[in-house]
């Protein structure tokens, strides 16, 4: 997978700073300290509706070698604050700093839990397509991979660690509001080991002056997944609706339940028809829908869900869990994901 450049993947018209230094932020670049500067950006407000999910065959749109390296995999997540300087252009530059980056920390004694290796090999990749406004920046992919100290010269390199920062259908309100020096891709997706995680957020905080912050999901973005793949089903066979609730009882108890995709289906479309000429579904209907669930649940074990919370919800087109942990199980519906994921992030952020 090679890095590549583009000319549409970076917003608006902003002006290219060079780096004079191999790694990092330029000793004559004054920190922008942005992400903890206070109130002079649109406040973001949670939406109480939005559309409902609709399949795309995205690998029209997206390079599908991509769009592999995206699904199945599971997540970790992260958000990310505005990058400053941050050019989709510089992209190879950006692979031979941060392995640089990672072979300094490591000559300084900083633990890689990947085993001896010879060296690291970074690869910086544009995703392109996966934005779907003006406003959003491209996706961009990292690859990290690594070779045993005593492999034979015939052996691959092992990849050891992925990233993606993305953003898509974000705020346009506020990313127009961001100074023009600023890109925003606030969604940051991880898999690997922890500490080449660190290494990579230490690099990206001291080249483009960001701060990065776990994102855990909170169950009204749950509730939101649960509705909206559900009322995929009629499309694309979702195959199950699962969910995992977690009680506050002494000890504590966990519950799973896995319903039906049809009667999931059927209850969702008693509250949002099929047939309906409205297109957006609002979180009055979303809240019924996990309530009618609650309900049936207790006619048959006498126990209220809804004194717990619900900690993850799985189909056949993804998972997700309260802990910030993803899985995308369908490309097609992908963007129905990253959206609400996007808008989880920059609510995340610092203020």
Not at 179 to 185: E, G, I
Not at 229 to 252: D, F, M, V, Y
Request: glycine share 6%; net charge neutral.
């Amino acid at each position: 997978m090679e890095a590549r450049g583009s000319a549409v993947n970076t917003p608006a018209s902003r002006p290219v700073t060079r780096r004079s230094k191999s790694y990092g932020r330029s000793c004559v670049e004054a920190p922008s300290y942005f992400w903890q500067t206070p109130g002079h950006l649109t406040v973001l407000k949670i939406p109480t509706s939005r559309g409902a999910a609709k399949s795309q065959l995205i690998t029209d749109k997206v390079d599908p070698e991509h769009i592999a390296l995206l699904v199945k995999n599971e997540w970790k997540l992260s958000y990310v604050t505005p990058l400053h300087h941050f050019r989709h252009t510089q992209l190879k530059s950006y692979s031979r700093h941060l392995a640089a980056f990672i072979a300094a920390e490591k000559q300084q004694g900083v633990a890689v839990e990947v085993g001896l290796e010879a060296g690291f090999k970074v690869t910086f990749t544009a995703v392109l397509g996966l934005a779907e406004t003006d406003e959003d920046a491209e996706t961009v992919f990292i690859q990290i991979q690594s070779k045993p100290a005593f492999a034979a010269a015939a052996d691959a390199p092992k990849v050891v660690w992925r990233g993606w920062l993305t953003c898509v259908n974000g705020d346009p309100e506020y990313l127009r509001s961001l100074p023009p020096d600023f890109v925003s891709l606030p969604l940051f997706c991880t898999s690997g080991a922890e500490s080449l995680t660190t290494l990579v957020k230490t690099w990206f905080e001291r080249a483009f002056d960001c701060n990065f912050g776990s994102l855990a999901l909170n169950s009204t973005t749950l509730n939101w997944l649960a509705a909206l793949w559900t009322g995929c089903h009629p499309t694309c066979n979702i195959r199950h609706l699962k969910l995992a609730w977690s009680l506050p009882t002494q000890p504590p108890m966990d519950v799973s339940y896995t319903v039906n995709p049809q009667d999931a289906w059927e209850l969702w479309n008693s509250i949002h028809p099929e047939e309906s000429t409205d297109d957006k579904i609002d979180i009055k209907e979303v809240q019924s829908f996990i309530s009618g669930l609650e309900t049936h649940f207790f006619r048959h074990f006498k126990i209220y869900l809804s004194a717990g919370t619900l900690v993850k919800v799985s189909t056949a087109l993804g998972s997700a869990h309260l802990d910030g942990k993803i899985k995308i199980g369908n490309s097609d519906y992908i963007t129905t994901l990253l959206t609400l994921l996007t808008e989880s992030a920059l609510l995340k952020m610092p203020t």
